[in-house]
């Protein structure tokens, strides 16, 4: 005897046999759940249907016309056919269409051997075409941006990317031209493609229309191994496919995750494994004689930082330091911070190494306080300087898909987002006045009545001026409205080195203070790993005197970055997609790596060099697993920076795309990237005379930098914004560690030899 | 205009064929805006709606829906709900809602008052073709004069209710004048017609119920609340017909519902041109099956019409006589088709110009003796197949050209074969 079913569920039958769903599940998914496989294009299970492709086409008991199995909702007692006669005619007619114009690019597609056009063809499609006319002729392929390339001949209409920006990443980066059989993809503004989730369209296009510039013609799906893995760039920890050949990885793409990255991934995890294989990768270590880093044996290396670090302890506790974090696993970072706390006996070490010591970023835990899943159900969503999809672009997707069901998004910034248009309000202000505009959020309607209010501050917010004040604000207004806090600070694994206790020990600096000390000569040697501080310290002079207070620097590095240049000792480190092991993600949550690749040369893991160092220093030391220090979560802010405003500021905000050590290897991120820039509001390039794209002088108290202008109103007035990352633009040098906003002149630069016209 | 035979009891050319219409003076010493008054100020909406039941009045724009039904889809209690007016007239050889919005833009606006305070909603957007360049201005003069005497805006006639009405032109597409089309360009979108259910009258502009409705469907409803529902009923119902082709007197008609076909062209259009026969006529746009010379008699409303394998559509009669060849006629056909295929769905976009390929090779002297059999197979995958009525319009016409003038298709593929080729 059947269970009686649940009033919510309903029963039909599909090809004869019963099914049983919940009311308002479709007949395709209905079927999907019994295993009955019904072809589609246009349906993608994170969209609504559309039933534009009508390849789901079956018969329905009492219906006169055949209908779209992805869009008719199942219902008591239906009875549906996938392979009646009707339906066979059917889906030969919808292949031979789609086929009629359809190139025969199957043996140099990209997706050939994954494609689903291919496939259904095979299984469903008649076998021969009566078409004799013409077939459509387009140009091949269309670049549509750096990683994007567009064959219109081979697209089937099925509307999956356009509807990709407008309902999952709010960009509507693609959308339909033309009518009719003129229908064509294509950019809405000029090209490029603005987005930073194309990759995405890439992988749901289920033909090979879309395709990506970087992968183009270099493999094909049957030669390829897939790696499961992370990715490390921003944080937000998505799930990734690592497709090696030849070991070499070749690209990326998103493992399905539902409670981190659902099935998406952002451009830079997209197209950002290219550093791995770059050309320029550290293979063996490097010493620095006479005057010159040459090459070493890793006895010889060792040997050298080994000695040092028994001089310096000879000499006292507490003599050396270490910086970074960022670019190690989790195990990593478990063993750099035993090898210092317990081998070398320091408790200078950080991996907080942009952090200023004014701001509000050392006060506190960075990461999420809840999980991303709990984030994603809340109601009311603030984010206070920070920007999202240029910080956490797929944390942005969760934080859509909610205001899509209803909730509220609230920006505090100093900068208009480009996300804003999904903003119930917008409140802006230059970056030194963003704390009344916070203070002020308590009286908001919306605010105040939601029931699961999420607050998320970001770097712009924490690191600024008002650091202190805005994290007071903003503390006080969750706790007014019983909503939730997020430090929205940190990239890579910096929430691993937190949780694996590369944090100052008892007594131990923070990493300003370690730089302070360094400059101060209370270290004999400096030790970085997993971080390039000569870039990534904001106040650049601080960094230049560390190191030449500090008479012995050692580096892990997988390129020869700044930092590198300036070591005493560079050992060659092994990049992330070599490594096994784990990181942590900004909830907090464990992610495990897979090694997709063997590194270059003699690289080692970062682990496996505190141990050996360890080794030498007479402990031996195991590292299967990472063992876990509780970071001390406090939130004590210092103290307001006081002083005059000055009328122009410069303020350096951080951009997905940048010419940084990794993705400045990768092809497409490059591009990407594009040059250096800074953005001066109208009003105030009127004043300066600036002009856009015209060359500009920034002048500081300290420094000055020539780069091109944007006159543009995403900057506010009285506040030139500039990126980081970016060569030949020291945003680091521009200004020193202070609590007072730094001021800032533009100045119009003649073009060589021109006249101004 | 004097050349046009009007009827004797027209009670909706009376209103445009009079000059000075489009004034509000005129409109109203001639008893304008009395309906809208009683409505907005007298009757109940349920009286309203059973008057508009009993004149058994049905959407003109193509779909033929009982109005008054619509209405009660509406939700009663919804916060927010439109009315949207289509305007978008693109259906070849439709031209009554253009004689309607030119000759008489306040009976539009007095249909749209009716509608809206009935259903209840506040505001209306007047989705109008883009070529209606003169009626645009006319509709925009008489929405301000009709706004200057109170009628339209806040607390029309005197009464509780607000009505704001906006004009939006349309950007040129025949899909657009396709509800759910017409309510996503409306939105800001491309117009590509919405899954239905839901239907507009549950979740329409912005998802709030709405009330889309044909230009001369609301032209009607000032003469049904004047006159009352049996007496429009006994004055026809009247409905407007466009009448083109190759008649003496193209133009728009008043006749009433089931009016012959044979009276349409030869009483009221002035026949066929001199020397020339009768040959078909669509009775309801392209997207309605011809009929021929054996049809003449067939009754003009939508039952005797589907018994004739055909429809009223929107009553646009195109005449074509026997100096047309009916190949070229079905190629103009489709290709109208392929054109405005709006490309959402694969066998609409695919076959209409898969289709116009072939008629474009037959007409080119290159046709094959199994290109009949072949586009009776492209339009046999197409039908039921098309996600809206656009692409499903074309397979029967197709397949009953091939059928009653074969002779003629196969003399062109004749032709060809013998032109050396
Ligand atoms: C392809 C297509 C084009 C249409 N064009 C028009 C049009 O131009 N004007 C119109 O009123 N209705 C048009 N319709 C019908 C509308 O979808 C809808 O049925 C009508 O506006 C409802 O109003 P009514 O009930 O007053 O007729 C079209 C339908 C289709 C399928
Ligand atoms: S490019 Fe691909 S995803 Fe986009 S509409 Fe064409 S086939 Fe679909
Ligand atoms: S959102 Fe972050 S973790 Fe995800 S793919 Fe992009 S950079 Fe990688
Ligand atoms: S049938 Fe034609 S007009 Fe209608 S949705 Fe399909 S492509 Fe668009
Ligand atoms: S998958 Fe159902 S219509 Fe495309």
């Known amino acids: 005897m059947a269970a009686e079913a649940p009033r919510t569920a309903v029963t039909l039958m599909i090809d004869g046999r019963g099914i049983t769903v919940p009311k308002g599940t479709t007949v395709y998914q209905a079927a999907r759940s019994a295993g009955v496989d019904i072809p589609i294009f246009c349906y993608h299970d994170r969209m609504p249907p559309l039933g534009a492709c009508r390849m789901c086409l079956v018969e329905v008991q009492k219906m006169s016309k055949l209908q779209t199995a992805c869009t008719l909702e199942a219902s008591e007692g239906m009875v549906v056919s996938t392979t009646s006669p009707a339906v066979r005619a059917a889906q030969e007619s919808m292949l031979e269409l789609l086929l009629i114009n359809h190139p025969l690019d199957c043996p140099i597609c990209d997706k050939g051997g994954e494609c689903p056009l291919q496939d259904q063809a095979f299984r469903y499609g008649p076998g021969r075409s009566r078409f004799i006319e013409a077939k459509r002729d387009h140009a091949k392929p269309l670049s549509l941006g750096p990683v994007l390339a567009l064959d219109r001949e081979r697209c089937i209409l099925c509307w999956r990317c356009v509807r990709f920006g407008e309902i999952i990443a709010g960009d509507d980066a693609l959308k339909g031209f033309e009518r009719g059989f003129a229908s064509e993809v294509g950019t809405p503004r000029a090209l490029p493609v603005e987005s930073k989730f194309i990759g995405n369209t890439i992988a749901i296009c289920p033909v090979g229309a879309l395709t990506s510039r970087t992968y183009r013609f270099r493999a094909r799906p049957w030669d390829i191994d897939p790696v499961a893995s992370t990715c490390t760039y921003c944080g937000v920890g998505c799930s990734v496919w690592l497709d090696v050949r030849g070991g070499e990885i070749l690209r990326t793409r998103a493992r399905e995750e539902p409670e981190v990255n659902d099935a998406w991934l952002c451009d830079l995890g997209f197209f950002g494994h290219g550093y791995v294989a770059a050309g320029d990768r550290l293979t063996t270590p490097l010493v620095r004689r006479e005057g010159r880093l040459q090459e070493a044996s890793w006895d010889e290396a060792l040997d050298l930082v080994a000695e040092r670090l028994r001089a310096s302890a000879e000499r006292g506790p507490g003599r050396v330091a270490f910086l970074g974090g960022r670019r190690l696993s989790n195990e990593d970072a478990s063993a750099a911070a035993g090898f210092f706390r317990d081998v070398v006996g320091t408790p200078h070490l950080d991996h907080r190494v942009d952090a200023p010591p004014d701001g509000a970023s050392l006060g506190v835990s960075w990461g999420l306080r809840s999980s991303l899943e709990d984030l994603g159900r809340g109601d009311v969503f603030v984010l206070v300087g920070c920007d999202i999809t240029e910080e956490y672009p797929v944390l942005w997707l969760r934080i859509k898909a909610a205001i899509d069901r209803g909730a509220s998004l609230v920006i505090v910034h100093a900068k208009r987002l480009e996300i804003r248009r999904h903003a119930r309000r917008e409140l802006l202000d230059r970056h030194d006045r963003l704390a009344p505009l916070v203070a002020a959020l308590a009286a908001d309607e919306t605010v105040a009545s939601g029931e699961r209010v999420h607050v998320l501050l970001g770097r712009l917010a924490m690191d600024g001026p008002d650091g202190p004040n805005l994290l007071r604000s903003a503390d006080s207004l969750v706790r007014r409205v019983n909503g939730t806090l997020h430090i929205a600070r940190g990239r890579g694994n910096d929430f691993g080195a937190q949780r694996f206790g590369l944090l100052p020990g008892e007594g131990g600096m923070a990493a300003p203070g370690i730089l302070q000390g360094a400059a101060a000569g209370a270290f004999d040697l400096l030790y970085v790993a997993g971080s390039d501080p000569a870039t990534a310290v904001t106040d650049g002079a601080a960094w230049e005197s560390a190191r030449s207070g500090v008479g012995f620097l050692v580096v892990h590095e997988a390129f020869l970055s700044e930092t590198a240049q300036a070591a005493d000792v560079v050992l060659p480190a092994l990049v992330l997609p070599e490594k096994d092991g784990t990181v942590t993600n900004l909830e907090g949550r464990t992610l495990a790596l897979r090694a997709a690749v063997k590194g270059p040369g003699q690289a080692r893991a970062d682990r496996e060099i505190f141990d050996l160092l360890a080794a030498r220093m007479g402990v031996v030391r195991g590292h299967d697993t990472a063992t876990r220090i509780e970071p001390v979560a406090r939130i004590e802010p210092a103290a307001a920076g006081a002083g005059a405003s000055p009328s122009l500021i410069v303020v350096v905000a951080d951009r997905l795309f940048t010419q940084g050590s990794m993705a400045g290897r990768c092809r497409g991120l490059i591009e990407l990237a594009g040059t250096a820039h800074c953005l001066i509001h109208p009003a105030d390039a009127a004043r300066a005379g600036v002009t856009d794209l015209g060359l500009v002088e920034m002048v500081t108290e300290h420094a000055s930098v020539v780069v091109q202008a944007r006159v543009s109103d995403v900057t506010l007035p009285g506040q030139v914004l500039v990126h980081r990352g970016y060569d030949g633009v020291p945003v680091h040098a521009l200004a020193r560690w202070s609590p007072a906003p730094a001021g800032v002149e533009v100045r119009p630069v003649a073009p060589p030899g021109g006249e101004t016209p | ?421």
């Open chain 2, 1 to 421: 205009m004097a050349t046009e035979a009007a009827m004797p009891e027209s009670v909706l050319l009376r209103w445009v064929r009079t000059e000075g219409m489009a004034e509000i003076e005129q409109y109203r010493r001639a008893g304008g805006y009395d309906a809208a008054r009683r409505v907005a100020t007298e009757l109940t909406p349920d009286q309203v709606i059973e008057m508009v039941a009993a004149s058994g009045l049905r959407g003109k724009g193509g779909a033929g829906f009982p109005t008054a039904q619509k209405w009660k889809f509406i939700p009663k209690a919804a916060p927010v709900k439109y009315v949207v007016v289509n305007g978008d007239e693109g259906e070849p050889g439709t031209f009554k809602d253009r004689t309607l919005i030119e000759g008489c833009p306040h009976l539009l606006v007095e249909g749209i008052l009716i509608a809206a305070v009935t259903i209840g909603a506040r505001k209306v957007y007047i989705y109008l073709r883009r070529e209606f360049y003169r009626g645009r201005l006319l509709l925009d003069a008489a929405i301000a004069q009709a706004r200057a005497a109170g009628f339209v805006g806040e607390r029309i006639f005197g009464s509780d209710h607000a009505v704001e009405i906006v004009v939006h032109p349309g950007a040129g597409a025949y899909i657009a004048g396709e509800e759910t089309a017409l309510l996503e360009s409306l939105e800001g979108r491309r117009a590509m017609p919405r899954q239905r259910p839901p239907f507009p009258a549950v979740a329409g502009l912005y998802q709030q119920p709405t009330l889309v409705q044909n230009v001369e469907t609301l032209c009607h409803l000032p003469v049904i609340i004047g006159l009352g529902p049996e007496r429009y009923k006994e004055l026809g119902p009247p409905v407007l017909f466009s009448v083109s082709g190759a008649v003496v007197r193209p133009g728009v008609y008043e006749a009433p519902l089931g009016v012959t076909l044979r009276s349409l062209i030869f009483d009221h259009a002035g026949g066929m041109r001199p020397g020339r026969r009768f040959k078909a006529a669509f009775p309801g746009g392209v997207s309605s099956v011809f009929l021929t010379e054996a049809d003449l008699d067939v009754k003009m409303d939508p039952d005797s019409l589907r018994q004739a394998g055909t429809m009223l559509g929107s009553a646009a009669v195109i005449v074509v006589d026997d100096s047309a060849d009916m190949v070229e006629v079905m190629a103009r056909a489709v290709e109208f088709y392929r054109d405005e295929s709006c490309g959402k769905c694969t066998p609409c976009r695919e076959g209409t110009a898969w289709i116009a390929q072939v008629f474009e090779r037959i007409l080119h002297g290159r046709g094959r003796s199994e290109d009949l059999a072949l586009l009776e197979g492209i339009a046999g995958g197409m039908t039921g197949t098309c996600f809206c009525p656009l692409g499903e319009s074309v397979p029967p016409g197709l397949v009953a050209s091939l059928r009653l003038f074969r002779d003629e298709y196969e003399r062109r593929i004749a032709a060809g074969a013998t032109d050396g080729r």
